[in-house]
């Protein structure tokens, strides 16, 4: 039975944490299905799952004390989620681990964190008495460290509080269950990632019952849309390239009322495409009618998941273009500064975004050199990222910092290049990098998927570029390749790209 408006808006007041928010929402969806998991893997109500997160936090209490890290390296599903909030509710910083890493990988995160206890199953702390009350926290305190993917470096231990993986959630909790009637979410994401925390946070919060796969494969997932009749799917956009590559456009997708995307630039073509294929409604004797919405949201480990979105309703495109991040979320603010001169720019000039607000990391764990590299000392999180400020306060995409390829002295930004070379036919994805050049410092190298039967004319594919962009935007390296080297969230590893080509 669910509480009482009254009482749910009290229960979620002010005092929420990781460690008791699943209990606070069973309040109130009881035995509504809260997931299932794809093979036949975990099938619980929120009921069950907050029981199982007390009785493996009475095991994690007995072995642990407060403040203790507590590294999750399970394989990907729900029960590291809920090992997570275990751990939290018996007062210890849960690590969340990709279990794709490497055990040289695996290693650093446990060395560096000081773990007292990591966690390969559920099964090493079930069976103990369970903790009936949470440790008592304060939303400010650190509630998980979240370890960057090392694509430029060691990985890092982000430091995250209950405000930020939790804030922007939990006011969802408030809506009567009654009012999404029975609505599915396909997610086929890493767990270990902010992204993938935070989508199943939110869902969770937000009453939407999860089917949850635990390792993305385009066929698997659309045979999961299309038999289920879930009515969203939440992925990254590269999940949506593949599926489009395998057959979405033939499948009957009219189920889905809302996609959803995060984590890199979602191309505008790809999203309008995908809006199509779902629906606004079903209708008795006529079917499926309207199309899809289409939701985007902006944000990065070191905040917590997303400080803004951009919603794109049925058969409307505002905002939905891919150099735009849409408008930030309540309680953050954004600022563009010169990245050298720290300099703040009016509307219109190109610079580095700031953000501040409840989601911003209070730093690295253990690295305050990084930290003050990246957050100020008044709470302003330096994204690397190249924007500059649009209409009614939107934000335009422009690349990220580190993407900026400095070629005789002009400034070339990867994600404009890549946009050009995509617009080729016989081009399915494109990635530009930096290579060292003697004479200019650097030159644009371009890694292209084309599509099945196409090869790559480095010639005509210059031409074609050189039609849409300056001469020295041009790629003056070409590669083709049949997959493209990535991290746990999809995101393309340029650096192994680099060194694919030969040397100048």
Known sequence: MALPFSRLKLAFKSDFTLGDVLERLAAHN????????A????????????????????????????????????PNGYEM????????????????????????EIDHVIANSEAALVLRSAVEVDGS????????????????????SGTTGTPKGVELSHRSLLGSFVRAAAIDPRILG????????????????????GLACGGVSTYLLPKFNPVTVLDAIEQRRAGIFVGVPAMYRMLLEAGASERDLSCVRFWGSGADAMPSDLAATFKKMGATMSLPLVGAVGEAAFVEGYGMVELGGGAAAKFSPPYIGLGLGSDSFGFRLPGYQFRVVDPDTGERLSSGRSGELLIKGPGVTS????????????????????????????PFGSVLFEGRAKDVIKVGGYSVYALEVERAIEE????????VVGLPDERKGEVPGAVVRLAPGRQLDAAAM??????????????????AVDELPRTGTDKVKKRELVERFPPS
């Open 182 to 201: 029975r609505m599915e979410a396909v997610v086929a994401l890493p767990v270990a990632h902010i992204m993938g925390f935070a989508v199943l946070v």
């Open 30 to 37: 009881g035995d509504r299905r809260l997931v299932e998991e």
């Open 462 to 479: 210059g031409a074609f570029v050189a039609q849409r962009l300056a001469e020295y935007k041009v790629p003056e390296q070409w590669l």
């Open 129 to 148: 008495e369970p903790l009936a009350t949470a440790v008592p926290a304060q939303q400010g305190d650190v509630a998980a460290l979240f370890y960057t």
């Open 363 to 390: 730093g690295y764990w253990g690295d305050d050199d990084a930290t003050t590299a990246v957050v100020t000392d008044d709470g302003w999180l330096r994204t690397g990222d190249l924007v500059r400020l649009g």
């Open 39 to 74: 093979g036949g893997g975990l099938t619980l109500t929120y009921a069950q799952a907050a029981k199982r997160v007390r009785r493996w936090a009475g095991g994690i209490a007995r072995r642990v004390q407060p403040g203790d890290r507590v590294v999750v390296a399970t």
């Open 81 to 104: 989620l809920l090992l997570c909030m275990a751990a939290s509710r018996a007062g210890a910083i849960p690590v969340p681990i990709n279990p794709q890493l490497t055990r040289t």
């Open 424 to 431: 080729h036919p016989d081009v399915l994805e494109a990635v």
